[in-house]
């Protein structure tokens, strides 16, 4: 009988000591304070609002999980890693890589690496895209869909991606792809002054002769001399001047 009660006791000691750590270990777990890394195209206020842990007086109901799913549904990342030490939850976010901004019916929204049409948020900040602009049947461009259902997108987006193999310092400095609602395609650029007017069709072939059209000639030279660079007949360049009506012909 006292062999039976000391095993009882022993026992109750150990359910009370395993108690007794599983309590201690749910405290270290608390979330007591939050750090937030890796926003670029929104502030931390803002991710932190989406995700509803911006007051601190809610964070005894949060958890490593819950916050990491929450964050996961926003719609600029692509997915979060969270680490909790010492009641201090470190959250590290990835976001989306963008290629360009699109514009439409009044509404701007980003297109990502894989061609998403991701609703551009208030308040974003950073968005430094070439723009897509007045693509024609826009009504086929919807949120959360592929852009590339859009031929004419489809189009504005080949033209970033040639852009960026062939002469990666021109396609920072595109600022606009304006895609006339299916006319010929204009292209404006941050450091030159005169539009590029690319027309339609052999879009590729276009950019390179457009390259070769830069590195050939400075580009003070350009800005100072022309009024717009006219790529739409195959194999020929005209050069708008300043100075006159006329036209230089330039064969490629």
């Keep these: 009988m006292k062999i039976k009660s000391i095993i009882f006791l022993s026992a109750i000691l150990v359910v009370v000591f395993s108690l007794s750590l599983t309590i201690d270990s749910s405290k270290n777990e608390e979330i007591k304070f939050i750090e937030l890394k890796g926003e670029n195209h929104l502030s931390q206020n803002e991710y932190l609002k989406f995700a509803k842990i911006e007051d601190q007086n809610n964070y005894y109901v ?22 909790l030490a010492e009641n201090k939850l470190s959250i590290k976010i990835y976001e ?7 514009m439409f019916e009044g509404k701007e929204y980003l297109i990502s690496e894989s061609s998403i049409v991701i609703p551009k948020l208030p308040n974003s900040e950073r ?18 869909k592929k852009a590339t259902l859009n031929e004419d997108v489809k189009i504005g987006l080949k033209i970033i991606a040639a852009l960026e193999i062939i002469n990666p310092i021109l396609c920072e400095n595109l600022s606009e792809i304006n895609l006339r609602n299916g006319k010929d395609i204009l292209l404006h650029f941050s450091k030159i002054n005169a539009p ?3 027309g339609r069709n052999n879009e590729i072939e276009k950019i390179m002769y457009l390259e070769k059209l830069i590195q050939k000639y400075d580009q003070v030279r350009i800005n100072n001399t022309l009024n717009y660079i006219d790529l739409r007949y195959s194999k020929y360049i005209y050069l708008g001047l300043n100075d006159s009506d006329s036209m230089l012909e330039s064969n490629t």
Excluded at 129 to 142: A, L, V
């Design 62 to 83: 949060l958890t490593p999980r819950i916050v990491k799913d929450r964050l996961e549904k926003h719609p600029y990342v692509a997915k979060v890693d969270v680490l």
């Design 96 to 102: 989306k890589e963008f290629e360009s901004l699109i």
């Design 127 to 144: 968005i430094d895209y070439p723009i897509i602009s007045n693509p024609n049947y826009s009504n086929k461009i919807k949120e959360f």
């Design 196 to 198: 590029v007017v690319l």
